[in-house]
Antibody, heavy 123, light 110 residues
Framework: EVQLEESGGGLVQPGRSLRLSCRASGFTFSPYVMSWVRQAAGGGLEWVSFIRSKASGGTTEYAASVKGRFTISRDDSKSTAYLQMNSLKTEDTAMYFC??????????????WGQGTMVTVSS | QSALTQPASVSGSPGQSIIISCTGTSSDIGNNDYVSWYQQHPGNAPKLMIYEVNHRPSGVSDRFSGSKSGNTASLTISGLQADDEGDYFCSSYTRSSTLVFGGGTKLTVL
C-alpha cells in the first residue's frame, strides 16, 4: 500500500525542539519532492517546507515563518523525510502533514498526504 | 508571502454549479501556471483535486475544473453533490520558489 506515516509530534515547551519523521512506503521514495504542510485547529493550510530529490540537488525551501528555525532533510535509504523544529513558538502549534509531489521531481502540487502528527507548543 | 484570498464560504443546491475564486498577486498566481486546489473533509487530510490550473489527477471527477485569469484562479464544481461539501484550499507556486495557500472556502451543499 502506498502511504506516508508521520511521527514525532507531541507537547513541547516554547523554545524547545522537536523532530518529526515521515516514513514512506509502497513507492520509490528518492525521485519525489517531499513537503510539510501544517494546519492549526480550525484554520487553513500553511506550507512549511519542501526538499527536492538528490538528483535535483536535494535543495530546500522554507516559509518565512519558519526559516532559520526549521530544517527539512531526507534519508532515501530509509524512505524517510524529517522536519527538525527548533526554537518552537506557541504559534507553531498545529497538525503537521507530510506530503509528496504528484509526479517525480514535481514540487508544485501534492497528491499523497499522511494523516498528520500533532504538535502542541505550550508551557 | 501573504495567503491567497478566498471567499470564506459558498453554497449551492444539488445539481447546481458553484465557483470558488482565489486571488493572489503577480508574484504567485500571476507569475506561473502552478495553481492547485485541495478538498478537505473534517478530520481528514487534504485531497488534491486540480493541479497546474486545470489538470485533474487520476480518479478525480470531471465535475471539477479549474481556470485562471491574471492574478485570480477559479475552481468550478458542476453537478453539485452532497459529498462535495467540505473545505477547499487553493495554492500557488511563487516567484521565490515557495508555495502559498489560500485561507480556505467552506462549501455547503444545501
Amino acid at each position: 500500500e502506498v502511504q506516508l506515516e508521520e511521527s514525532g509530534g507531541g507537547l513541547v515547551q516554547p523554545g524547545r525542539s522537536l523532530r518529526l519523521s515521515c516514513r514512506a512506503s509502497g513507492f520509490t521514495f528518492s525521485p519525489y519532492v517531499m513537503s510539510w504542510v501544517r494546519q492549526a485547529a480550525g484554520g487553513g493550510l500553511e506550507w512549511v517546507s519542501f526538499i527536492r530529490s538528490k538528483a535535483s540537488g536535494g535543495t530546500t525551501e522554507y516559509a518565512a515563518s519558519v526559516k532559520g528555525r526549521f530544517t527539512i532533510s531526507r534519508d532515501d535509504s530509509k524512505s524517510t523525510a524529517y522536519l527538525q523544529m527548533n526554537s518552537l513558538k506557541t504559534e507553531d502549534t498545529a497538525m503537521y502533514f507530510c506530503t509528496r509531489g504528484i509526479f517525480r521531481y514535481f514540487e508544485n502540487a501534492f497528491d499523497m498526504w499522511g494523516q498528520g502528527t500533532m504538535v502542541t507548543v505550550s508551557s | 508571502q501573504s495567503a491567497l484570498t478566498q471567499p470564506a464560504s459558498v453554497s449551492g443546491s444539488p445539481g447546481q454549479s458553484i465557483i470558488i475564486s482565489c486571488t493572489g498577486t503577480s508574484s504567485d498566481i500571476g507569475n506561473n501556471d502552478y495553481v492547485s486546489w485541495y478538498q478537505q473533509h473534517p478530520g481528514n487530510a487534504p485531497k488534491l483535486m486540480i493541479y497546474e490550473v486545470n489538470h485533474r489527477p487520476s480518479g478525480v471527477s470531471d465535475r471539477f475544473s479549474g481556470s485562471k485569469s491574471g492574478n485570480t484562479a477559479s475552481l468550478t464544481i458542476s453537478g453539485l453533490q452532497a459529498d462535495d461539501e467540505g473545505d477547499y484550499f487553493c495554492s500557488s507556486y511563487t516567484r521565490s520558489s515557495t508555495l502559498v495557500f489560500g485561507g480556505g472556502t467552506k462549501l455547503t451543499v444545501l
